[in-house]
């Protein structure tokens, strides 16, 4: 035959089609693949971060201030205390209180059965001198009680009770091996001696969490308004569309402050606020599509078979309506991204210690004229990334389900 049928035959359902035209979109799809990725480490949270512990908030001063790359030995000494130990979940959702200390240091020695340190001070000069027993480095002592050398052998009672015996050969090895190690600061610390890695890396658990639940929220808001003024129309119709003129008369930003102050401040309450406020430009394109879809036959063949309005509604209407609302959607999350990290900037967002982006260029804009302009370069890029993508995403999912475009 003179037509290609291969092209103009369907080979799948137009979910396939609008997925095969989106791949072709290399630059939408890798920005998807981009998404997937921080995802994951979202989800893997605390495990793969530098910085274990919860809001990733161990502070050194000695530390402080250092530029990216920056590494410094340091001696892990047992914290004289029990702790719990957690599970791999609660270990990547809340982090780990650490069970050892770091301690830098510019100079070690060993004794007989003790290590001296000479503390890290930044300068040449070496700091003052810390002497710890090979026990309390390895195991927390109890209180009260002292080591005691026999031979070549330490019996010391640990914290719980226990009553242990190490040669002293032992503990020096295993001293060597686990408790001296290498930090490195790939990407420098704060003012606080806190690591720059660790605090992107939580705090883009921030920024995607408000922008899924907004949207969730936005999606669930407006849709019901929308579908309800573009279906029924009329009085339903027109107080819809007077309280969208209302909220659309209001800045978004403002609006958002205003809820906020209501709700008070926190990691919620700018989940609540944002999603309130993003339902607006939904509602009115889900009510374009009720409006215009509400005339088609099927529609017209629903009512006639006697079914509910909400059977109508949300089985038929509203599946065939969805296209131009995902599209928003990825448009929607990037905003709320932006929202959160300006409330944050404002301290009028999620509360330290915390971590989010926004606070992050909060605490360091003022060193943008300085030496350490990275302190807030580096989270100001990481929002524009991650809403470039989202936009990205967006443009793509525009042009694979316009109905125009033909599958070639």
């Given amino acids: 035959m003179w037509f290609n049928k291969r092209k103009y035959i369907s080979s799948g359902s137009l979910g396939k089609l609008a997925w095969r035209r989106f791949r072709k979109n290399h630059i939408a799809y890798g920005s998807l693949v981009f998404i997937c990725l921080t995802v994951l480490m979202t989800i ?53 209180v650490a069970a050892y200390r ?94 720059v890695l660790s605090q992107l890396m939580i ?25 309800l003024a573009g279906y029924f129309g009329g009085k339903v119709d027109a107080f819809i569309i007077w309280l969208i003129n209302v909220i659309w008369a209001v800045p978004t930003l403002l609006l958002v402050i205003a809820i906020t102050f209501a709700l008070g401040k926190g990691f919620w309450q700018v989940f609540i606020a944002v999603g309130l406020t993003m339902w607006v430009e939904v509602a009115r394109v889900v009510r374009g599509q009720f409006m215009s879809l509400r005339e088609k036959d099927f529609v017209e063949a629903s009512v006639a078979l006697g079914y509910r ?47 989010s982006w926004g606070s992050m260029i909060r605490e360091n804009y003022g060193y943008i004229i300085l030496d350490y302009a990275y302190l807030a370069i580096f989270p100001g890029l990481a929002i524009m990334i991650m809403v470039l993508a989202f936009m990205l995403i967006g443009n793509g999912l525009r042009d694979a389900m316009d109905v125009k475009t033909v599958d070639g």
């Fill in 203 to 227: 705090g883009t658990r921030i920024s995607l969490s408000v922008g899924f639940i907004s949207v969730l929220i936005s999606l669930f808001v407006g849709i019901l308004l929308g579908a």
């Fill in 309 to 355: 309005h909400g059977r109508i509604i949300f089985r038929h209407i509203l599946p065939n309506a969805m296209a131009p609302v995902i599209v928003i959607s990825a448009a929607n999350f990037a905003s709320a991204i932006l929202l959160e990290a300006g409330l944050s900037f404002l301290g009028i967002g999620v509360q330290p210690p915390m971590p």
């Fill in 102 to 195: 770091d301690i830098p240091y510019s100079r070690i020695r060993f004794d007989s059965c003790s290590l001296t340190i000479n503390e890290y001070t930044g300068d040449t000069v070496p700091g003052k001198e810390l002497t710890f027993g090979f026990p309390e480095i390895l195991y927390p002592i109890k209180d009260g009680t002292k080591p005691v050398l026999t031979g070549k052998n330490v019996n010391f009672i640990t914290a719980d009770g226990k009553h242990i015996i190490k040669k002293i050969a032992e503990l020096r090895s295993d001293i060597e091996h686990n408790s001296i190690s290498n930090k490195k600061f790939l990407l420098g610390s704060d003012r606080y001696g806190r690591d």
């Fill in 44 to 96: 893997l949270g605390y495990v793969i971060s530098p910085d274990h512990s919860p809001m990733v908030n161990e502070q050194n001063l000695v530390l402080s201030m250092k530029k990216p790359g920056f590494s410094v030995k340091v001696l892990k000494v047992r914290k004289n205390e029990m702790l719990e130990e957690s599970n791999l979940v609660e270990r990547m959702l809340f982090g780990e």
